[in-house]
Nanobody, 121 residues
Framework: QGQLAEAGGGSVQPGQSLRLACAAA?????????VKWFRQAPGKEREGVSC??????SATYADSVQGRFTMARFHNMAYLQMNNLKPEDTGVYYC???????????????WGQGTQVTVSS
């Protein structure tokens, strides 16, 4: 059974950085899978933050994080480097994978348990 596990969340002040990691087991982050980072703030809908459609693909970003977040991906691992964090970045961050390599998909096959990011002064 495949599993995704996120790590690296925490509480930081505005302007600081965090790096999230997502580790995959069980063949659910094959090189041709899409890997996407989502986040969900309290009382808000889940939103996509960054995605790579394959291991060699380019990362795409939500407008709200463009220029501050960087996604990287290696075999069975994905990372989200978050710089210049803002209070509005607060939320639970999830990684998810999709077998068809489609970053636009509305249904992702596998999800991690999420990691909390809190940005507050």
């Amino acid at each position: 059974q495949g599993q995704l596990a996120e790590a690296g969340g925490g509480s930081v002040q505005p302007g600081q950085s965090l790096r999230l990691a997502c580790a995959a087991a069980g063949g659910i982050m094959d090189d041709n899978y899409a890997v996407k980072w989502f986040r969900q703030a309290p009382g808000k809908e889940r939103e996509g933050v960054s995605c790579m459609s394959s291991l060699k693909g380019s990362a795409t970003y939500a407008d709200s994080v463009q220029g501050r977040f960087t996604m990287a991906r290696f075999h069975n691992m994905a990372y989200l480097q978050m710089n210049n964090l803002k209070p509005e970045d607060t939320g639970v961050y999830y990684c998810a994978t999709e077998a068809d390599g489609n970053c636009q998909s509305h249904e992702y096959d596998y999800w991690g348990q999420g990691t909390q990011v809190t940005v507050s002064s």
